[in-house]
């Protein structure tokens, strides 16, 4: 009897159409709202990754400006550059 009384509400039928409405048919569901924060968890993941790779990258030009022996390392590991008197041989790991 309770249970037919409540359904015959048209308060509480019109409550449960705009619930139903707004948990699965409109344009911010609850699973396009899911979506939307694991894509921001890893944009936010990514920007801290790459806030820590400027940072590294920030040390190594410093580093690079002020010393020449890690400069002069750095051109030889990276682009094999070489002094006159020297031969460079590359070892390629497979």
Same mark, same amino acid.
């Given at each position: 009897m309770l249970l037919l009384r409540i359904i015959k509400n048209k308060y509480f039928l019109t409550t449960i159409a705009i619930l139903v409405w707004v948990l699965f048919f409109d344009k911010n569901d609850l699973f396009t709202q899911r979506d939307m924060v694991q894509k921001l968890?890893?944009?936010? %993941?990514?920007? #801290?990754?790459? /806030?820590? @790779?400027?940072?590294?990258? &920030?040390?190594?030009?410093?580093?690079?400006?002020?010393?020449? %022996?890690?400069? #002069?390392?750095? /051109?030889? @590991?990276?682009?094999?550059? &070489?002094?006159?008197?020297?031969?460079?041989?590359v070892f390629v790991a497979r």
């Amino acid at each position: 009897m309770l249970l037919l009384r409540i359904i015959k509400n048209k308060y509480f039928l019109t409550t449960i159409a705009i619930l139903v409405w707004v948990l699965f048919f409109d344009k911010n569901d609850l699973f396009t709202q899911r979506d939307m924060v694991q894509k921001l968890r890893k944009l936010q %993941k990514e920007k #801290e990754y790459y /806030a820590s @790779e400027i940072e590294n990258n &920030k040390r190594e030009l410093n580093e690079l400006q002020t010393n020449k %022996k890690s400069l #002069e390392k750095f /051109a030889r @590991e990276k682009y094999l550059m &070489k002094k006159d008197n020297e031969d460079v041989f590359v070892f390629v790991a497979r």
